[in-house]
């Protein structure tokens, strides 16, 4: 029953902690402002969280837990260029949604000094599962891919326009619509960015 109690406090003070940072930023934001929109005392939170940036790292690597499930379930879908669309396809939705708080990692990201990552080594864990994926896809796509560049190779390639896309959004405002880049990414990287 205790551990039920402490995951609900934890999930609250969490999600009110996503509110206040996309609301007001990081660096504006007050633990104090956490705990309130919580509905708990500032003594309180502290029972769970030591300071904002282990709160935004909690949820930085929940999130990254998230989508790192929802790519693996898209392991097996059988085709793997329509798989590495479904792949596109989850990351850019999942960015959508949750924009704000990405964006808000990306910024800080960018400053070492703001904010520094307790778990890097699960941001790389990340960053190779997906590379894997791809170049595994791109693998056993066989003759449909060119044999004169390696899989890892068309992997980072791949993964670059992702990348690509997903600054564009972000200078852009993070606006709706990345979702529908997907078809655009899959296009550039089979066909090229040539007349045909």
Not at 148 to 159: M, P, Q
């Amino acid at each position: 029953m205790r551990e039920e109690s402490r995951a609900v406090y934890r999930e609250a003070i969490v999600e009110a902690a996503m509110r206040i940072f996309g609301r007001t930023g990081f660096h504006e934001t007050k633990i104090a402002d956490i705990a309130t929109e919580a509905g708990v005392a500032t003594g309180t939170l502290y029972n769970y969280f030591s300071s904002k940036e282990e709160i935004f790292e909690s949820i930085l690597d929940d999130g990254r837990a998230c989508l790192a499930a929802a790519l693996a379930e898209k392991a097996s879908v059988e085709d793997p260029l329509a798989r590495m669309r479904e792949v596109v396809k989850v990351m850019f939705e999942f960015l959508e949604e949750h924009g704000m708080l990405f964006t808000m990692y990306m910024q800080l990201g960018a400053n070492p000094m703001d904010l520094k990552r307790a778990n890097d080594a699960g941001d790389e864990e990340f960053r190779q599962q997906l590379l894997g994926l791809l170049a595994g896809s791109i693998a056993e796509a066989g003759e449909r891919m060119r044999p004169d560049f390696s899989a890892e190779t068309l992997a980072w390639v791949f993964g670059g326009l992702i990348h690509g896309a997903i600054t564009e959004w972000i200078v852009g405002g993070c606006q709706p619509g990345l979702r529908t880049r997907t078809d655009t990414i899959m296009e550039l990287f089979l066909n090229g960015a040539t007349p045909r």
